[in-house]
């Protein structure tokens, strides 16, 4: 029968689990002290270890290192009250099984408990074990509700392995911290971290930056030129936005995921390139498959490990702590008080849909922090924005160029043509359908926030069918 061994001092909390676990065909030991856990787990007879923190004089990771040093292959699930971002990464790189947030239903925990039986049995390499310890510098990956956690656990367990990483996830959701937040905590942290963004780049460019060029290889070559993957050797080579990799690069790139070795223009023979590959991309994918616009062959060797990031309207869970940390972050910058919102502007928040995601937050608590002139931040202040882009026209209306510049080259590139007319009914009939559902269909309203007559509104509503 497998052994659950639970390690706590606290009374309260073993009660629970050992009621939420009894009669479920397991054997239980809990342990008082983590030196009592270990003492049994040199024993040898535990099949799992449920760790409930905080746990008097160690940390999850000390805990976990401790367990791992008398049986490197015992599932190691953190159960926590009070979890943190970089305390899920750590743990899950460090090697636990799983992280989770306490309160747990009883489901949820059994779950855990039979995966974590069933990953014991299986596991045929050893949990790799990370002696070196980091602390997090730059910009912090915030958020605890379930899909950040389940996003934290991916990046603890990818991290260390030289896997290729495929980021995914609706624009300004975090992609990009997440691929450096992959990077500074793998073995390759103090390894080039280099950069190359698919879309900012034409096409012929795009090929002798990644791969560089010989001597001669075209006019204008004067010299040879190192390329970017040939740059990142030994490191990491982030490809963002990949989704817009024009095919015949896409080859190119394939070839390197495969033989680990690229061809520079105009070379002779291959070079080998050893670096670990993390990209990104806001693009539907599949789609661009079945357009013949992405390789599939590709896509698969991109994929070993997806991580998908969730928008922000599906964890508005998060919505109070993202606001304060840009607040905080604002406002010591700006070496003023932090004025906090109101509760009815963390409500405004919470409707907004936020296609921008937290760039959009970002941008929102900038300007209504600007708006609101050291006065807490009120519903006016956050609606003058969420419902007016007027404050927050410049970001909003940069982010519209980069999509409108994408969708011109796009277009052409498909041959189409008429491209004014087309560009111009769709935006006006998002902005009008936007408007009107923020004035809940007042019309009079919504044709003074547009600058419209009332009948021109009415001609369009009935254009666009928006009745
Ligand atoms: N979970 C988060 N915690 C804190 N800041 C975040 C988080 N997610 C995103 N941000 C911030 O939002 C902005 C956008 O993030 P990022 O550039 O990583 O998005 P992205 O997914 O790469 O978007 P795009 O597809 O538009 O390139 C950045 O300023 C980033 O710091
Ligand atoms: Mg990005």
């Known amino acids: 029968m497998n052994t659950v061994l639970v390690i706590t001092d606290d009374e309260a909390r073993r009660k629970v689990i050992e009621a939420q676990l009894l009669n479920h065909d397991l054997k239980l030991v809990a342990a008082g002290s983590l030196e009592r856990g270990l003492a049994v787990v040199e024993e040898g007879h535990a099949s799992l270890v449920l760790a409930v923190l905080p746990l008097a004089g160690t940390s999850a990771v000390g805990a976990l290192r401790a367990i791992h040093a008398r049986d490197p292959r015992l599932p190691v699930v953190v159960l926590t009250a009070a979890a943190s971002t970089e305390e899920a990464i750590e743990t899950t790189k460090a090697g636990a099984f799983d992280y989770l947030l306490l309160p747990l239903e009883e489901r949820e925990l059994l779950t855990a408990v039979g995966h974590g039986f069933e990953a014991g049995r299986l596991m045929r390499s050893p949990v790799s074990l990370d002696q070196e310890s980091e602390t997090w510098s730059g910009d912090a990956l915030i958020?605890?509700?379930?899909?950040?956690?389940?996003?934290?656990?991916?990046?603890?367990?990818?991290?260390p392995t030289d896997s290729t990483v495929l980021i995914r996830g609706e624009s300004g959701t975090g992609k990009e911290l997440v691929a450096r937040a992959i990077y500074q905590h793998s073995a390759r942290a103090a390894r080039p971290f280099v950069v190359v963004n698919c879309v900012a780049i034409p096409e012929t460019l795009l090929e002798s930056e990644l791969f560089g060029y010989e001597r001669g290889a075209f006019t204008g070559a004067v010299g040879a030129r190192i390329g970017k993957v040939k740059q990142a050797d030994g490191g990491t080579l982030f490809l963002d936005e990949i989704g817009d990799m024009p095919l015949a690069i896409q080859a190119k790139l394939l070839r390197l995921l495969e033989d680990r070795s690229i061809e520079p223009i105009g070379g002779r023979r291959p070079i080998a390139v050893d670096a670990r590959i993390i990209a990104a991309t806001n693009r539907d994918l599949e789609a661009a498959?079945?357009?013949?616009?992405?390789?599939?062959?590709?896509?698969?060797?991109?994929?070993?490990?997806?991580?998908?990031?969730?928008?922000?309207?599906?964890?508005?869970?998060?919505?109070?702590?993202?606001?304060?940390?840009?607040?905080?972050?604002?406002?010591?910058?700006?070496?003023?008080?932090?004025?906090?919102?109101?509760?009815d502007a963390y409500r405004l928040l919470a409707s907004h849909p936020w296609a921008g995601n937290v760039r959009e937050l970002a941008n929102a608590m900038e300007q209504s922090l600007i708006f609101s002139r050291g006065r807490q931040i009120d519903a006016e202040a956050v609606g003058a924005l969420v419902l007016t882009?007027?404050?927050?026209?410049?970001?909003?209306?940069?982010?519209?160029?980069?999509?409108?510049?994408?969708?011109?080259?796009?277009?052409?590139?498909?041959?189409?043509?008429?491209?004014?007319?087309?560009?111009?009914?769709?935006?006006?009939?998002?902005v009008i359908r936007e408007v009107l559902a923020i004035t809940a269909g007042n019309r009079v309203r919504a044709a003074r926030l547009l600058g419209i007559s009332r009948p021109t509104l009415l001609a369009r509503i009935k254009k666009y069918g928006l009745e």
């Open 389 to 430: 882009p007027s404050r927050g026209r410049a970001a909003a209306l940069a982010a519209g160029d980069e999509a409108l510049r994408r969708w011109v080259h796009q277009s052409l590139a498909f041959g189409r043509e008429g491209l004014l007319p087309a560009i111009t009914e769709h935006v006006s009939e998002r």
């Open 289 to 343: 498959i079945d357009e013949g616009r992405f390789r599939k062959d590709l896509f698969y060797r991109l994929s070993v490990v997806p991580i998908t990031l969730p928008p922000l309207r599906e964890r508005l869970d998060d919505l109070p702590l993202l606001c304060d940390y840009f607040l905080r972050r604002l406002t010591t910058e700006l070496g003023i008080r932090n004025p906090g919102l109101t509760p």
């Open 143 to 159: 958020g605890r509700s379930r899909p950040m956690q389940e996003i934290y656990k991916a990046i603890g367990r990818v991290a």
